[in-house]
């Protein structure tokens, strides 16, 4: 048995819509405290004192949002029996939280149990994770988080197919 993992560049498209998001929420937080505050000073007067980390915070933020949400390819190759891994890795998913989306064929997406992540998907895309199986190899795709579950499972836990070989 071989694992391989491969990282995708970030989503510029998640990049820019957690900037939105959070360049608004800082925006709202900015004229809040302004009215709350500083209600005597003009607003540029009030902006000027942190017109810098009004726009790279968000810039930061959206970028290590970018990169910690990008998709991984999880490669396990070299196996006699990639129904059996497929299906195992689907088990062990759901046993983290995670339900079936969809299943076609030898494909099935899985998406989190909980609705904060649920949400992240339905807002940037990057919390859905698809395992499919071809006859030589078993791709799971999807977040480093449930990634590294699959991962850290293979390496360090008992799996009935780990000494397998297509050899």
């Known amino acids: 048995m071989k694992t391989e993992i491969l990282a995708y560049k970030p989503a510029f498209k998640s990049f820019l819509l957690y900037f939105a998001l959070m360049f608004g929420l800082f925006s709202v937080l900015t004229v809040g405290f302004y009215l709350l505050l500083e209600n005597d000073k003009a607003f540029t007067e009030y ?54 989306k969809s299943a076609a064929g030898n494909s099935t997406v899985l998406e989190s149990g909980k609705k904060i992540f649920r949400a992240f998907d339905n807002w940037f895309g990057a919390e859905l994770i698809t395992i499919s199986a071809t006859e030589n190899e078993v791709i799971a795709t999807g977040n480093f988080r449930y990634i590294d579950i699959l991962d850290t499972k293979l390496k360090f836990g008992k799996v009935d197919f780990k000494n397998q070989s297509s050899r």
């Open 47 to 100: 902006l000027s004192s942190f017109l810098y980390f009004y726009f790279f915070i968000p810039v930061f933020n959206a970028a290590a949002f970018a990169f910690s949400t990008r998709k991984h390819d999880f490669i396990i190759s070299e196996i006699n029996d990639t129904a059996h891994v497929a299906n195992w890795a689907v088990e062990l998913l759901q046993q983290k939280g995670m339900r079936i």
